[in-house]
């Protein structure tokens, strides 16, 4: 099993200085629909996508429909630096998705826990009353286990988390 850590087993990007917010903001953006124009490639921006289905969903709502992420990725000229600071603005005030924030707030208040106090042993990533690794990765592992089916991780990553990730995994296993 390949999982490439950063947006998939940990909501944060160290490396290109992503807080936990701007990653579930810009998760979002992949799974927020909206409808565009038809125009040249190249008078084409981001201003021109328009939000065409009111919850976040995996599949597309309405004919046509095609995500924030991928519209900008692949049918704009919008540069990457550009692209980020609008995923990560997301649901900000004043954002594109601004009306999405209410299930940003949902998704991080999924990754808090609570009862465990801070302790000298404990890693500075732990410490942040957060989730490091998303527990539903846990699960799966655990599944697998019960289930006795073999297999292998490979954690992949451009960043220097994987320190912190395989730290995480050896202390649950």
């Not at 040249?40 to 289905?53: F, Q």
């Not at 924030?101 to 410490?127: C, H, I, N």
């Not at 089916?149 to 490979?154: E, V």
Request: hydrophobic content about 35%; overall charge negative; proline content about 5%.
């Amino acid at each position: 099993l390949h999982f490439d850590i950063n947006k998939s087993i940990i909501m944060t990007d160290a490396v290109s200085g992503r807080s936990m917010d701007q990653t579930l903001s810009s998760l979002l953006t992949e799974c927020t629909w909206g409808k565009c124009e038809e125009k040249p490639m190249s008078e084409r921006s981001a201003a021109d996508w328009v939000i065409c289905h009111p919850v976040p969903t995996t599949s597309p709502p309405i004919v046509g429909s095609i995500t924030l992420s991928t519209y900008l990725e692949d049918y704009t000229e919008v540069d990457k630096a550009e692209q980020r600071r609008i995923k990560r603005g997301f649901t900000d005030s004043g954002g594109m998705g601004h009306c999405f924030l209410p299930y940003q707030e949902q998704l991080a208040e999924a990754l808090k826990f609570e009862g465990v106090t801070r302790t000298d042993k404990q890693p500075d990533y732990l410490s942040a009353g957060c989730y490091h690794i998303i527990p539903s990765f846990f699960r799966l592992v655990e599944f697998l286990a019960e289930k006795n089916i073999n297999f292998n991780i490979l954690f992949r990553t451009f960043g220097n988390d994987i320190t912190n990730v395989c730290e995480e995994f050896n202390m649950f296993c």
